[in-house]
């Protein structure tokens, strides 16, 4: 039982490039959750989805793209990466909308030079 | 906007020494709460949740945590800690917002340290 795995797990990036980060879970939850870890400030939603093709802005959006045409992949992609984005981002994803538990990978530490 | 504060940002206790950390909410409705912990290099992991019912939540590991709803307060206690509970502690709170019910908002964590 793999369960919400996401890749990769550390990267190195420069101001101004693309990256993306993967986010993978077997178990067919509808919902799926990107959040970044910072100090002082706990975990922050980025985006969600309650489906394949179903996304939406959380708290912190700005300078992130996601997308999921597959109920298991949930990728989150910085645009033209900022400094300001040197961050540990955890994927995470529940059964249902409704109040539940959330299940998290193991995180992608990223630095942005 | 929803909010949620933990006010013990960093704690140091000694092996069997008793554990509260504080968790406050701002939201005046219908919630649902929960403890995570974050072991060191691990992802989280649930510790407990209040839904409804006994306000009084027996989790994991010995963890406990009551909801008291007049002080908007959702603590975490455990009677003796182990070397093996250092670990940072999220409190979350789950609002019906956005149309989408299960988006957690977190507290800012705090840090516990055991000392042997």
């Known amino acids: 039982d793999a369960g919400i795995t996401q890749s990769p797990r550390y990267k190195i990036t420069e101001t101004g490039r693309q990256v993306t980060l993967m986010c993978h879970q077997t178990?067919?939850?509808?919902?799926m959750f990107w959040y970044r870890q910072d100090l002082g400030h706990g975990l922050r939603l980025i985006y969600y989805?309650?489906?394949?093709?179903?996304?939406d802005k959380g708290e912190v959006p700005d300078g992130y793209v996601v997308s999921r045409s597959k109920t298991e992949n949930f990728p989150l992609t910085l645009e033209s990466a900022t400094r300001s984005q040197t961050s540990v981002y955890f994927c995470?994803?529940?059964?249902?909308?409704?109040?539940?538990?959330?299940?998290f990978g193991p995180g992608t530490r990223l630095t942005v030079l | 906007a929803q909010s949620v504060s933990q006010h013990n940002h960093h704690v140091i206790l000694s092996e069997a020494a008793s554990l509260e950390l504080g968790c406050n909410y701002s939201?005046?409705?219908?919630?649902?709460l929960f403890w995570y912990v974050q072991y060191p290099g691990q992802h989280l992991q649930l510790l407990l949740k209040?839904?409804?019912?006994?306000?009084l939540v027996k989790g994991i590991k010995g963890f406990e945590a009551e909801f008291i709803k007049s002080k908007f307060s959702f603590n975490l206690r455990k009677p003796s800690v182990q070397w093996s509970d250092t670990a940072e502690y999220f409190c979350?709170?789950?609002?019906?917002?956005?149309?989408?019910?299960?988006?957690?908002?977190f507290g800012t964590g705090t840090l516990l340290a055991v000392q042997p």
């Open positions: 979350a709170v789950n609002t019906p917002y956005g149309g989408a019910t299960n988006k957690l908002i």
């Open positions: 995470a994803s529940s059964r249902t909308g409704a109040p539940d538990e959330q299940f």
């Open positions: 989805s309650a489906a394949a093709d179903i996304t």
């Open positions: 939201y005046g409705g219908t919630v649902n």
């Open positions: 178990w067919s939850h509808s919902y």
């Open positions: 209040y839904f409804s019912g006994d306000p």
